[in-house]
């Protein structure tokens, strides 16, 4: 087990003594149970980082997908590496906030308050980088019910360790189509911008149109065991025969136009 499934950090390994074949008590009930194709309650409501009320809905009313992260503002450790490595990749990608995609950042702790919001929203916008951003990047809180529906429904199951005062809790970018669906999970704190904009497009459904980001669609696969998208051989063999097909009946065709042309020439002849 590593610190990209589940805050492992949070707890002492000499105090947490299991079998290697078992997961600690403080883990049980812990982790992601991925709802592909699943459709979100976009009536599901909370306040954003300015402290006003807001539905999940309303971030799809653009036409582009959402990446939505579950994370707490006030964690120590993994919701923080989390939301650095998400940031890091899309400032490499080159995928546009507002354009190509909007961020939603959910606190699952129903104590924190909106101050807490806007104070990551910014830190995150200034590691960023990238002007105009502050309106595709969303910071919200919510009340107990809104948290534990929305958790419910992407597959996200947390806990609160008293011992620690923290909350035990997985990592995963979850990224929903501009209908709302679930469309793919990449978990963990570390994202290469190949993965993201993979799964960018991938969300994006029929707004992908270009015959490049179609094709590397069909020649990557995604891998869960990764969390990330690989190179599908088979893909790029079907590809390449196809395009081998084209170019032989392009060269056939012009060949046999040339040959037309050389029996009419010497008929009139």
């Keep these: 087990m590593s610190l990209s499934a589940v805050s492992y950090a949070d707890y002492n390994v000499n105090e947490v003594k299991v079998k290697a074949n078992e997961t600690p008590a403080e883990l049980k009930d812990v982790g992601i149970a991925e709802r592909l194709g699943e459709k979100l309650d976009l009536n599901i409501p909370f306040k954003d980082e300015r402290g006003k009320d807001v539905l999940i809905g309303d971030y799809f009313q653009k036409s582009r997908p959402i990446i939505l992260s579950l994370v707490y503002f006030g964690c120590p450790n993994l919701c923080n590496y989390h939301l650095d490595g998400l940031t890091n990749g899309l400032k490499e990608a080159s995928e546009i906030p507002g354009k190509d995609y909007e961020v939603v950042a959910i606190s699952f702790d129903e104590n924190d308050k909106t101050e807490m919001a806007l104070a990551k929203k910014n830190s995150y916008l200034k590691q960023l980088g990238r002007v105009g ?134 008929g009139e002849g």
């Design 133 to 266: 951003a502050e309106n595709s990047f969303h910071f919200l809180t919510g009340d107990k019910n809104s948290i534990e529906k929305i958790a419910s429904l992407i597959g996200f199951k947390f806990k609160w360790n008293e011992v620690e005062k923290q909350w035990a809790h997985a990592s995963a970018a979850v990224f929903i189509t501009p209908e709302g669906k679930i469309s793919r999970y990449l978990h963990g704190v570390f994202f290469d911008p190949g993965s993201l904009k993979l799964a960018i497009a991938e969300s994006s459904k029929l707004k992908i149109s270009n015959i490049i980001n179609t094709f590397v669609l069909y020649c990557f696969q995604y891998d869960p065991k990764k969390s990330r998208y690989i190179v599908a051989a088979s893909n790029i063999m079907k590809v390449g025969g196809i395009i081998t097909l084209g170019i032989l009946s392009f060269v056939l065709v012009r060949f046999w136009r040339r040959q037309r042309r050389t029996l009419l020439n010497q």
